[in-house]
């Protein structure tokens, strides 16, 4: 099998072993002929995630449990061509595309909540749920699953562990891995292993657990989810305001800590984000201003009340103006409406959007942003900045031309060097997004060799013959 990534090769089926008639004919008969997709128009859904690079699949496999998943594994260690995992396919970094050719294993079928347990505070699922039926269903019963990223209608729990996920919930609630008690997993060789259970505490052997969350499904296929839920909290309440500067923005997060507030959510957007929006959606922002923060707080109604006037003053003493904090679930609705508008309005800035997530202490925030707008202006190309600054993961988004060679080589020297900046402020290169195959070629920039090698030895004793997702983080 080929270790190298054969961009040339993009839109064009590679073939391996997978497409052997006796291979299609082994995989028919494990999930059942229906389950198994060969024809270019039933193989394309599957063939690109959220980055839109098309490698389609010689063969897209949907099984229906572990053991279906384990036999095709099995199959492939056997005959040596690719297996790539898939769950929603709105990964950022081309995790779940098979760059290197072979089968797709598509999770869809696996979408089951087997179990919502609210006395001990867990629910299973297969990892064809989505981040939001499971959200649904749990609440519904006065339970909390909090890991929320933006993707939540369309990415799978399968995925979201995988990339170990995050979302603006992250500054109170943490990231995926923070609710993964225990998993069932197919090995890359086949075996079906069980990693921690159904207890909050379970120190008892390695923790295999952690290591399968942000594996990026290099290192077996999740086949089951064991989620630790929350009592849903009763009340949240939100507060938005602009600031003059960036840097008076980002000096609200300690301020709210010194006020022992521990905001949900504190959401940043920068001078260009409140153009876009301004000029796109005409919310009434000052569009002079530097920063806009979005914060939001949750718990009991009283407690709510008081620390949503706590972040008020806060905000205010801290050179915050045209506050509005939000009474009604439809307010607070009403103001995170700017934050959603987002994505649409600063597409006016280019055709082609280079959307990185890098992640700083959360005081070296406005730094970054200095740095990242010095890096725009050296390499000419515009940019735009907003993120999650509650846990200092911001979205830099460089903006060009897709049709201009010129610019679009500007803007990867641009992405390089804030990957850079990143890593000299003490973080690193991707916060939420992974690194899949196209920040591979970064990942030395924030690993140093002896913790890369230890990676590729576990990733080499666990998939022996490399056949699990080839192509990806290692390159
Ligand atoms: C509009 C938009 C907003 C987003 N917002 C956020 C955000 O706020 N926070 C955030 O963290 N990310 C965000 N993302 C990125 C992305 O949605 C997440 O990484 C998400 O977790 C991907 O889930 P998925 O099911 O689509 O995974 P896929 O894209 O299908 O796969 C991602 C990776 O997981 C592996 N994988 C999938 N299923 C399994 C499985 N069962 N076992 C083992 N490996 C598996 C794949 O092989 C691949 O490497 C966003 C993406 C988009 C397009």
Request: glycine content about 10%.
């Amino acid at each position: 099998m080929s270790r190298s990534i054969h961009f040339a090769d993009r839109g064009q089926r590679a073939r391996t072993a997978a497409s052997e008639p006796d291979v299609l004919d082994a995989l028919r008969a494990t999930v059942g002929a229906e389950n198994v997709l060969v024809d270019a128009q039933k193989v394309e859904p599957y063939a690109a995630d959220a980055l839109k690079e098309k490698f389609p699949p010689e063969a897209v496999v949907l099984p229906g449990s572990a053991r279906e998943v384990s036999e095709v594994v099995r199959l492939a260690n056997e005959r040596r061509f690719p297996v790539t995992a898939r769950g929603g396919g709105v990964g950022y970094t081309g995790g779940a595309v098979p760059v290197e050719g072979g089968i797709v294993i598509g999770t869809d079928r696996m979408n089951r909540i087997t179990e919502i347990n609210a006395d001990n505070l867990y629910a299973v699922t297969e990892p064809g749920v989505t981040t939001y039926a499971l959200q649904q269903a749990v609440e519904a019963q006065g339970l909390f699953y909090p890991p929320d990223p933006a993707s939540y209608k369309n990415s799978f729990i399968g995925g979201n562990i995988a990339e170990n996920a995050g979302g603006i919930r992250s500054a109170k609630y943490g990231v995926t891995k923070h609710y993964v008690l225990g998993l069932e997993v197919v090995l890359p060789t086949g075996e079906i292993v069980e990693t921690g259970g159904r207890t909050s505490k379970n120190v008892v052997g390695f923790d295999l657990t952690g290591l399968m969350c942000g594996s990026e499904g290099m290192l077996g296929i999740i086949t089951e989810a064991t989620l630790r839920l929350l009592p849903l909290p009763e009340a949240t309440r939100t507060v938005r305001a602009t600031f003059r500067t960036m840097s008076a923005a980002c000096a609200c997060p300690p301020a709210f800590t010194r006020a022992r507030v521990t905001p949900v959510a504190i959401e940043v957007l920068d001078h260009s984000s409140i153009r876009a929006v301004e000029a796109e959606f005409a919310f009434g922002i000052d569009p002079e201003a530097g920063a806009l923060l979005l914060v939001s707080v949750d718990g009991h109604p009283e407690e709510v009340e008081r620390t949503s006037r706590v972040v008020e003053e806060v905000m205010r003493e801290l050179g915050g103006y045209d506050i509005l904090r939000s009474e009604t679930r439809e307010d607070e609705d009403r103001l995170w409406d700017v934050r959603r508008a987002l994505s649409p309005a600063i597409k006016k800035y280019g055709t082609l959007k280079f959307n990185e997530d890098v992640v700083v202490p959360r005081s070296r925030v406005p730094e970054l942003i200095e740095r990242v707008e010095e890096i725009g202006r050296r390499h000419e190309t515009f940019v735009v900045n907003f993120g999650h600054l509650g846990d200092g993961n911001i979205h830099v988004n460089f903006m060009c031309d897709r049709d201009d060679a010129t610019a679009v080589r500007r803007a990867r020297a641009a992405v390089r060097d804030t990957f850079a900046a990143s890593v000299e402020l003490g973080g690193t290169i991707s916060g939420e997004h992974g690194i899949g195959y196209v920040k591979a070629p970064y990942l030395g920039m924030a690993l140093d060799a002896a913790t890369l090698e230890t990676m590729r030895r576990i990733k080499r004793a666990l998939d022996p013959r490399g056949i699990l997702n080839p192509g990806k983080m290692f390159v």
